[in-house]
């Protein structure tokens, strides 16, 4: 019996290791986005695989750079900053809006659970950019956010 779990646990362990390959290694759909004045590109988190790892285990994101996350239905939303290793500012967005903002969300501390996002208002679409660019940018609750044909 020990043999059998053993194996299984094994074999668990590679095809997470394979599964994490595989959408590491795949090329992210790539769009435009507008923020108010601000054009900025965009990964585009389109697989719920894509959407679960996020920017993790990336050492940084270019200046005018970004990952989306589009849903069909506004709701609520959550996010996890496990494997994150610089800050960010998240855009939260219904409608073609931007409907809040959390700022300069903190990289995990060593030996500490990583910060958890909730949003507070249904949005149907969530961007991820680095810390300090909401406050670059001067954006503000109420502003345009419009994604590709710019």
Same mark, same amino acid.
């Given at each position: 019996?020990?043999?059998?779990?053993?194996?299984?646990?094994?074999?668990?362990?590679?095809?997470?290791?394979?599964?994490?390959?595989?959408?590491?290694?795949?090329?992210?759909?790539?769009?435009?986005?507008?923020?108010?004045?601000?054009?900025?590109?965009?990964?585009?988190?389109?697989?719920?695989?894509?959407?679960?790892?996020?920017?993790?285990? !990336?050492?940084?994101?270019?200046?005018?750079?970004?990952?989306?996350?589009?849903?069909?239905?506004?709701?609520?939303?959550?996010?996890?900053?496990?494997?994150?290793?610089?800050?960010?500012?998240?855009?939260?967005? !219904?409608?073609?809006?931007?409907?809040?903002?959390?700022?300069?969300?903190?990289?995990?501390?060593?030996?500490?659970?990583?910060?958890?996002?909730?949003?507070?208002?249904?949005?149907?679409?969530?961007?991820?950019?680095?810390?300090?660019?909401?406050?670059?940018?001067?954006?503000?609750?109420?502003?345009?956010?419009?994604?590709?044909?710019?």
């Amino acid at each position: 019996m020990t043999k059998v779990f053993i194996l299984a646990a094994t074999l668990v362990v590679i095809l997470a290791g394979v599964y994490y390959m595989d959408v590491r290694g795949r090329e992210s759909q790539k769009s435009v986005m507008r923020l108010k004045d601000t054009v900025i590109t965009v990964e585009v988190a389109d697989t719920v695989a894509k959407q679960i790892l996020g920017l993790s285990g !990336r050492k940084s994101l270019c200046k005018d750079c970004g990952m989306v996350f589009a849903y069909r239905n506004p709701e609520i939303r959550t996010f996890n900053m496990r494997g994150m290793k610089f800050p960010l500012d998240m855009i939260f967005i !219904r409608d073609g809006t931007i409907v809040e903002m959390r700022l300069n969300i903190p990289v995990p501390l060593p030996d500490r659970q990583p910060v958890s996002v909730q949003s507070r208002e249904d949005a149907d679409m969530v961007v991820e950019v680095n810390a300090g660019f909401v406050f670059d940018h001067n954006l503000k609750i109420g502003d345009e956010a419009v994604r590709g044909g710019i």
